[in-house]
């Protein structure tokens, strides 16, 4: 091949490889952007954000994370595999230590290493985290040792390999030696996440060459074929333990264990690649699927919290309504009362909801509901209509007939109010939906949506509660 044509292929090969690194940032920015967009607008009350605390600590954590360019790296794997061997072989330093979990802070020449133990998520399990800030430049990588997946029950197991999988954006699961039960399980739910796994064989200086050869080719071709592919299983001895002959002052040789040079230059060289290929597109990716995650919870909640809320107000704008028709004998102030307070309701829900509506704008939102509901409206106007001239009959024979028409004028104004006060319950619950859904019908179209929600309300169990409070508020005015 010519020098000529070797420069052209080094040169494109050089843009090629620019253009990724491009795009990577490109991709990395705009996860950065649309991290911060998502935060700065969760828009949670006070009482929202009661039971979402961990939820929106997490959501800070992410943008912290792709802010300060944090790469995370966890270990995970049974008792005695050599995990926190593999991790401390990683940095060159005794950092994660065994036995019982607790903080330790040293300080390196080249770097500050801050080790701390931390609960991760729901699972009430702890791990070790270990930070380290870059001296050049910005960014950090933390390394994360996990309790052995058999210190926990199975169902702990599954949730913590959930959680972590979530997290992390690289995950080194050890083995050493062939692969258990429970590793293979273990394994399988780790990589449903889709995030990348290096499976690490461990304590390889414990086999003769033949025999972890052989254990090898039967981890990939028969062990984990549909789930990992060879490339992604390394071989190393985070720990060694070497054998020597001391000689003793009494001249006798004597047999010496002690540990030997790890050997993980493959893993590193592994990971570096991972890193250095895709490490900012996969901090990104990982850091916003787990936001939308978290996001979803907190969004859920929200919702939930003020589709309560918004009952609640409902509720008390649909007896407002009936009490208001109950007590006026003119049905044009009937007509005018009951209208003016749906148009309050639909109001209030906008502005629970965070949607700004005016007056003339929830006039017009009445209109089209009412249109929509034809059956309860309908039901409405006759009996404020007809209800109403008898009322207004019987409210003034009450002086004239010493009270004998007041029982009949309750049961008219009872019966009136409750009718009104399930037509605003139904209203409201229809502009409930319409907020809920961010001022919008949906593909269906307010006819539909409206049907649905009366369809599934139950009409005879709201005019019966509201019909009790009627009674009661009635009864203490006379």
Not at 57 to 64: I, K, V
Not at 283 to 309: F, G, P
Not at 345 to 370: D, E, N, P
Not at 384 to 408: E, Q, R, Y
Request: proline share 3%; net charge neutral; glycine share 8%.
């Amino acid at each position: 091949m010519s020098s000529n044509k070797l420069g052209q292929e080094n040169e494109l090969d050089s843009i090629i490889t620019n253009l990724d690194e491009i795009s990577s940032e490109l991709n990395y920015r705009k996860a950065q952007q649309a991290l911060r967009n998502l935060v700065r607008n969760l828009d949670l009350t006070v009482e929202e954000q009661t039971g979402l605390e961990l939820e929106v600590d997490r959501l800070t954590a992410m943008l912290d994370k792709l802010e300060q360019s944090v790469v995370q790296i966890a270990a995970f794997g049974m008792v005695g595999r050599g995990k926190s061997s593999l991790l401390n072989a990683l940095l060159g330093r005794e950092i994660f230590q065994a036995g019982p979990l607790h903080g330790v802070t040293q300080t390196i020449t080249t770097a500050n290493w801050q080790l701390t133990p931390e609960k991760l998520g729901n699972t009430q399990q702890q791990v070790q985290r270990l930070t380290l800030s870059s001296v050049v430049g910005k960014g950090e990588i933390q390394l994360i040792d996990t309790p052995g997946i058999d210190e926990v029950n199975g169902e702990t197991r599954e949730a913590l390999a959930r959680e972590l999988a979530k997290q992390v954006d690289l995950i080194l699961f050890v083995i050493a030696g062939d692969l258990t039960k429970v590793e293979y399980n273990a394994l399988s739910q780790l990589r449903e996440a889709g995030k990348p796994i290096l499976l690490v064989f461990n304590k390889i200086d414990q086999y003769p060459e033949a025999d972890r050869q052989a254990i090898y080719q039967k981890i990939c071709d028969e062990r984990v074929k549909q789930l990992l592919s060879p490339e992604e299983i390394i071989m190393v001895a985070a720990s060694p333990i070497e054998v020597k002959g001391v000689r003793g002052k009494d001249g006798k040789v004597k047999i010496q264990r002690c540990s030997g040079k790890p050997q993980i230059e493959s893993l590193k060289l592994k990971i570096l690649e991972l890193l250095h290929r895709e490490g900012k597109s996969l901090v990104a990716l990982n850091t916003m699927l787990y936001a939308d995650e978290i996001n979803e919870q907190i969004l859920e909640r929200k919702l939930e919290i003020r589709s309560e809320t918004a009952d609640k107000l409902i509720q008390k704008g649909a007896t407002i309504k009936a009490i208001a028709v109950a007590v006026n004998p003119v049905t044009a102030i009937d007509l005018f009362t009951g209208a003016a307070i749906d148009v309050a309701i639909i109001i209030a829900l906008s502005r629970l909801y965070g949607i700004t509506m005016t007056q003339s704008a929830a006039i017009s939102l009445l209109k089209k509901i009412a249109l929509s509901m034809g059956g309860i409206t309908a039901s409405e106007l006759l009996a404020t209509l007809g209800l109403s001239s008898l009322k207004g009959i019987l409210g003034l024979a009450v002086p004239v007939t010493g009270g004998i028409s007041l029982a009949p004028y309750l049961s008219i104004a009872i019966a009136q109010g409750g009718v009104a006060g399930v037509s605003a319950y139904a209203i409201g619950q229809v502009t409930k939906t319409y907020l809920a859904n961010g001022a919008s019908w949906g593909p269906e179209g307010p006819k539909a949506v409206v049907q649905n929600i009366l369809d599934s309300l139950d009409e005879e169990s709201i005019l019966n509660r509201i019909k009790a409070e009627l009674k009661a508020k009635l009864g203490q005015k006379g």
